[in-house]
């Protein structure tokens, strides 16, 4: 098993800045891909970002894209997320999720996750 939980959320202004955080407890977390997805009322799960084990490869979503950076710390078991030019439509709960298996690969699929955090509130408001 791996533990995981994010922390980092809350309020801030359209154009803002956040950062999440993600800590990971149990298995050895060097070995995971790692991902944080969002989900928004109303809408399905989505990625936004996903980082490989080795921080060789990464992944972002389009509309993220020059604004957000991820970011995994394998000696402190954290990953992060950079989240800059915060957008209204942003609002969402961010989970981090952890890889099925161990892999190098970089994953985008809910399917591709077998751990998840809590997750932790972002609204994007004025």
């Known amino acids: 098993q791996v533990q995981l939980v994010e922390s980092g959320g809350g309020l801030v202004q359209p154009g803002g800045s956040l950062r999440l955080s993600c800590a990971a407890s149990g298995r050895t977390f060097s070995v995971y891909a790692m991902g944080w997805f969002r989900q928004a009322p109303g809408k399905e799960r989505e990625a936004v970002a996903a980082?490989?084990?080795?921080?060789?490869?990464?992944y972002y979503t389009d509309s993220v894209k020059g604004r957000f950076a991820i970011s995994r710390d394998n000696a402190k078991n954290m990953m992060y997320l950079q989240m800059n030019s915060l957008k209204p439509e942003e609002t969402a709960v961010y989970y981090c999720?952890?890889?099925?298996?161990?892999?190098?690969?970089?994953?985008?699929?809910?399917?591709?996750?077998?751990?998840w955090g809590q997750g932790t509130q972002v609204t994007v408001s004025s």
């Open positions: 999720a952890a890889g099925r298996r161990p892999s190098p690969r970089v994953y985008t699929q809910i399917s591709d996750y077998g751990f």
């Open positions: 980082i490989s084990r080795s921080h060789d490869s990464t």
